[in-house]
């Protein structure tokens, strides 16, 4: 194996930050994306220097190896951050990220304090509806223009990493609207963290909740949407007709 090349830059991960989030923010130094960035470290761009991104790279151990080795950290400093090392169950995570929240208010903070913004691993969790440092509800949805998807890290002038709207090129921020407080979840999403992680009966319970409030009502809308519960912009959950009733810990199967 050739030796593998130094990253001249190479943020270190914060300590309860997603792998793939941190892959993402050393990527973005380079205006490049986490595969390009390995196949250089390879050398196999010869002197090209990467630029913007598709896909993210495996998650193998080799390849966390690579990154540690390129970044000087220790391997282990690195495997940590894989949410394979959380002690829970591949189902408990949602696997798709662009249905994983962020809590605007927390990067808000991140660059208050002038550090990168960077996501939490705990806002991977099936359960993780909104953020009860500032009892807000995680978003999916840009502020400035309103559209859904995954955010982009992305360079600034200042040499930080930030999230960005793909569509709008807003950086991500609680300063676009007031959001409301969302206290009322807190103790719901609790108990669905608290079911998850002792499994067996109360996890089946769970599941049969959930199964419940997605299945549809004589009229065709799903029980959920009765309930009135409001997204950030004051909308109800989009719910076709035949939606799939299980809930997202049984409907996503990797990470």
């Known amino acids: ?30 205006s490049s994306s986490p595969r390009q960035i390995e196949n250089w470290m390879l050398g196999a761009w010869g002197g090209s220097k990467p630029h913007l991104l598709s896909h993210e790279i495996p998650t193998e151990q080799s390849a966390t190896r690579l990154w540690a ?11 940590r951050l894989s949410l394979q ?4 169950s591949k189902a408990s995570f949602v696997s798709d990220p662009t249905h994983r929240g962020v809590c605007p208010a927390c990067l808000g903070e991140d660059a208050e304090e002038g550090r990168d913004h960077y996501c939490r ?16 509800g995680l ?8 559209r859904s998807g995954l955010f982009q ?5 200042a040499g930080l990493a930030r999230l960005f709207c793909r569509e709008c090129d807003a950086i991500i921020s609680a300063r676009r609207f007031q959001r409301r ?9 609790s108990l669905i963290g608290e079911a998850i992680g002792k499994g067996g009966p109360q996890f089946e319970r769970i599941a049969t909740a959930g199964i419940f409030l997605w ?13 009135g519960l409001p997204l950030p912009h004051g909308q109800r959950p989009p719910v076709a007709e035949g939606t799939d009733p299980r809930p997202a810990f049984h409907r996503h199967g990797a990470l």
């Not at 001249?8 to 990527?27: G, K, N, T, Y």
């Not at 549809?216 to 309930?227: S, T």
Request: aromatic letters at 10%.
């Open 153 to 157: 890290f992305r360079s600034t002038p």
């Open 121 to 136: 691993r705990s806002w991977a969790c099936v359960e993780a509806v909104f953020c009860p440092r500032h009892k807000t």
């Open 1 to 30: 194996m050739r030796p593998v090349r130094l990253l001249a830059i190479a943020p270190r991960p914060f300590e309860d930050e997603l792998l793939s989030c941190w892959r993402w923010r050393v990527a973005s130094h380079y």
């Open 69 to 79: 080795l390129a970044c000087r950290l220790k391997q282990a400093d690195v495997e």
């Open 181 to 189: 407080d969302q206290t009322d979840l807190l103790q719901v999403a």
């Open 215 to 227: 299945s549809p009502r004589p009229e065709g809308m799903p029980y959920i949407a009765a309930l």
């Open 85 to 88: 090392n959380t002690g829970r």
């Open 139 to 146: 978003e999916i949805s840009c502020g400035g223009c309103f």
